[in-house]
């Protein structure tokens, strides 16, 4: 099976490049000259006309009928007015010319092109594969450990003294005011409305999710432990979060609950019980303050970045020679490891949640199936198809390229290993229309010159027109979605 271009590519490819281009128009200044030269009067009109009906001839115009002269009455009042005319006409008709030429032009080399990237030989699957396999293998990239090798280059010698005292009191300090913010949170809202059965333990699940395991972590343990270090001569407080350091994977679970949290208590806050009941116990300024519900249990979200920043401050004001210098430069890198892990696993559940999201709305996804664990969902737009390009096999095994207009607008959903074409049914409804998985091209999208979105799939090629902004964010982010 062999590649050949179409009897109409061919043809036309011909026909542009044996046509005879109308001549390059005048400068403005030499065509001023040549006008200061030029005799006045019918005489010149007379040549000026004989100029345009030439141009005419070179670009293809009608001679006969552009020659055909007036009537005898009126060849006198006429003359100049007409050379006027057809020396414009002649000018806009070149530049019409040169236009359709690099239009049709253009469009000889997109086929070309086409016909280029649907050969199977031409074909960057390997690439592909291969990038795509280390996506998979989830290397964990720990950018933050080297923030902290920065701070030891970057600390003076002379660090120390009255500044980490100052640093180890803002953290026991802060540690016992997070404590008694878990315990208000358990205290006034989880166990009251736990006993009042004011909410199904489900739904509290989902709000408070675990931390009343958070809080008895560091009302039991981590809080007399750092307490207890900082009252030592050496303030061994590395050794401490070193010691402890596990126990805060116990976030990973409630970060990715949070979301959810956030979406449920709202959605209580509707039930005139619920709200008096939230709103009553927020009036207890003296145990809570002026903070809702809700910003409470966005406290132990930031809680280990808090743990980060002044770990990085203290570490900065510790000498080399201090005993918990190493522990506490241990501490902070298992630290960051921590919060990377944490984040990512947020990421991933976030992930998960949408592409389960999107296969309930689509039919026919859950067959593709959609939700995967590699899988990464990345953008969503509508967008015309105007053309897809595919190749076709004739009888003798020849292998052309075939443009087929379309112009039906679909939803496309980009992810990290495919796109999804779906049709809109009545403005609402979704249904899987084609699936492209983006295989033979490590960089598959290009943006025309006609401002069109062209994609390259190894079973066709798709030209997608819309809002210009989205094109190049698709452009950008479809040649990027092979990226960590």
């Known amino acids: 099976m062999g590649w050949a271009a179409s009897a109409e590519q061919t043809a036309e490819a011909s026909q542009y490049m044996t046509r005879q281009l109308p001549p390059l128009p005048v400068p403005e200044t030499q ?17 000026l006309r004989a100029a345009a009906l030439g141009v005419a001839h070179r670009i293809g115009g009608s001679a006969a ?9 009126l060849a006198n009042r006429s003359s100049t007015s007409s050379s006027s005319q057809h020396s414009h006409s002649s000018s806009i008709d070149d530049g019409t010319g040169l236009l359709q030429d690099a239009s049709k032009v253009a469009r000889v080399l997109w086929r070309l092109r086409d016909e280029w990237d649907l050969d199977p030989r031409h074909s960057e699957a390997d690439s592909v594969r291969h990038m795509l396999g280390q996506l998979r293998d989830g290397n964990v990239r720990i950018d933050g450990a080297l923030e902290v090798d920065r701070v030891c280059r970057e600390k ?12 180890l009191s803002e953290l026991l300090v802060t540690e016992v005011t997070y404590v008694d913010t878990l315990k208000n949170v358990v205290g006034v809202y989880l166990n009251p409305m736990r006993e009042a059965k004011i909410l199904a ?73 619920v709200n008096s009941f939230i709103q009553s116990a927020r009036g207890d300024v003296t145990q809570l303050g002026q903070v809702g519900l809700d910003g409470h249990l966005l406290t132990p979200v930031q809680r280990l970045p808090r743990y980060r920043m002044l770990l990085l401050d203290l570490l900065a004001n510790t000498p080399q020679a201090h005993p918990d210098h190493d522990a506490l430069y241990a501490a902070l890198k298992e630290l960051n490891t921590t919060i990377y892990e944490v984040n990512e696993k947020q990421r991933v559940f976030e992930n998960q949640s949408r592409l389960r999201k999107i296969q309930e709305k689509v039919v026919g996804a859950a067959e593709i199936p959609l939700v995967a664990p590699h899988r990464v969902f990345k953008l969503m737009a509508n967008f015309r198809l105007q053309v897809f390009s595919e190749h076709t096999v004739d009888k003798a095994g020849m292998v052309s390229v075939r443009r087929i207009g379309v112009g039906a607008v679909y939803r496309f959903f980009l992810f990290n290993d495919l796109l999804l074409q779906c049709t809109i049914i009545m403005n609402k409804d979704l249904r899987v229309n084609r699936i492209y998985r983006l295989e033979s091209r490590v960089t598959p999208a290009q943006v025309s010159a006609d401002n069109e979105l062209r994609i390259v799939d190894s079973d066709g090629i798709l030209y997608l027109k819309g809002d210009a902004a989205d094109i190049r964010r698709w452009a950008q982010d479809i040649n990027a979605r092979l990226e960590k």
């Open 31 to 47: 065509q001023q000259q040549q006008q200061q030269q030029e005799p006045s009067g019918p005489g010149a009109a007379d040549t």
């Open 65 to 73: 009928n552009a020659a055909t002269p007036a009537p005898a009455g």
């Open 156 to 167: 003076a010698s002379t660090a120390g003294g009255s500044q980490r005292l100052k640093i």
């Open 201 to 273: 333990e489900s739904e509290l699940r989902e709000i408070f999710s675990n931390i009343e395991v958070i809080l008895a972590f560091h009302n039991d343990h981590f809080l007399p432990s750092i307490t207890y270090a900082i009252s030592q001569p050496d303030t061994a407080i590395g050794s401490a979060f070193l010691h402890h350091g596990a126990h805060f994977k116990l976030y990973s679970t409630y970060t990715n609950n949070h979301e959810t949290s956030v979406k449920t208590l709202a959605a209580v806050m509707a039930r005139r019980t």
